[in-house]
């Protein structure tokens, strides 16, 4: 356990070194430090210059690079996308594929596809957004990068933003890792072909390059983001990992034993939230907040004390057991 402690503390400052290497990069010359900055401070890069779109969002259909496709580009009202009842501001919205192909292995037709949008009034700064999962399917790309319920996002606050489907669609999920480019592509291919094709058709919307470029996701997005660290230090200026997976293949095993678990306790094999419904949740819940609210000294509805809490809690006394039937106040011992 210790060495395996060890691996991992080794593998985050290597990663934090990484980030921090990667924040000191850009790719349009503008990385001046403000001053000449004392030995013991972080140095400050200068700050994003924002632009108005040069173009009519129509005509970004005339965007050329090599091996993209344009299929779209339409305009998006101001309030056309809302955020925590917020009106989103007004964007070009582009959407396109790079690389389509036919595999020699399983002959099915391959392509990387995304959307970009673009704001008319832009911050002068690029999110690639990471999507999660096995991918398969565009996330909107929008800039929400956590979890729970977003007040804000990167396209809200003015950032351009790109999207994709990490080169397969939903359809190949199960099949797609047969062929050895799309493999590729999933594990982070579809990134370093999107990310200079995205910072032209910026220079192309804009006349100017991104000022601060940012790679960010959560769960396989947070792994993408980790993997834009590394393959692609000089496109990003900061990284931003939200749950990453480390090793993927580990995850994946670890999420089909999850699933097995699930299955003994569903009462509907094929819908897994079965094995806990939302009021068996909150009985839970409720019971973490009974035992734990209080440790950090304020009874205020939040578990902040969260180590004391790992100590004091206990499953198998705190949460009440179902002495008959399930009924959604309390678990079965199997599910406990």
């Known amino acids: 356990m210790n060495d395996l402690n060890n691996n991992i503390l080794s593998r985050l400052s290597l990663l934090m070194m990484i980030s921090l290497l990667a924040a000191c990069s ?6 001046n430090y403000q001053g000449t900055p004392p030995s013991n401070q972080t140095p400050q890069l200068s700050p994003a210059v924002g632009a108005k779109i040069k173009k009519q969002c129509q005509q970004l259909s005339s965007f050329t690079y090599a091996n993209t496709t344009i299929t779209s580009a339409t305009a998006e009202a101001a309030g056309a996308e809302t955020i925590a009842n917020k009106p989103i501001r007004a964007h070009c919205l582009v959407t396109g594929y790079m690389f389509p192909r036919t595999s020699p292995v399983d002959g099915q037709d391959y392509r990387i ?6 704001p008319l009034d832009w911050n002068g700064r690029f999110l690639f957004q990471g999507n999660g999962g096995f991918g398969g399917e565009i996330i909107p790309a929008l800039g929400f ?5 977003p007040l804000t996002n990167a396209l809200y606050e003015g950032f351009t933003v790109i999207s994709s489907d990490m080169g397969h669609t939903l359809e190949q999920n199960p099949t797609f890792g047969l062929d050895p480019q799309a493999r590729i592509d999933y594990g982070y291919a579809a990134m370093t072909k ?3 094709m995205a910072k032209q058709l910026i220079q192309f919307s804009y ?3 991104p000022d601060r470029s940012y790679a960010a996701g959560p769960s396989r997005g947070g792994n993408l983001a980790l993997i834009a660290a590394t393959r692609l230090p000089n496109e990003f200026d900061g990284i931003y990992a939200n749950s990453p997976p480390f090793d993927l293949p580990v995850a994946i095993v ?4 999850d699933a097995l678990q699930l299955r003994k306790v569903a ?3 094929d819908e897994l939230e079965t094995a806990f419904t939302l009021q068996e949740r909150k009985v839970v819940a409720d019971a973490v907040l ?6 950090d000294g304020i009874v205020d509805g939040m578990v902040q004390d969260v180590d004391q809490c790992q100590s004091q809690f206990n499953i198998q006394g705190d949460v009440p057991v179902c002495p008959g039937e399930r009924d959604g106040s309390c678990l079965s011992a199997e599910q406990i």
């Open 254 to 257: 670890a999420q089909i034993y």
């Open 113 to 118: 596809r995304f959307e970009m949008r673009l």
């Open 194 to 196: 999107l990310t200079p």
């Open 267 to 269: 009462t509907n094999i």
């Open 145 to 149: 990068i956590g979890s729970g319920g």
């Open 26 to 31: 850009s790719d349009n010359g503008n990385n």
């Open 290 to 295: 009974n035992k734990c609210d209080k440790l």
């Open 207 to 209: 006349d100017k390059l």
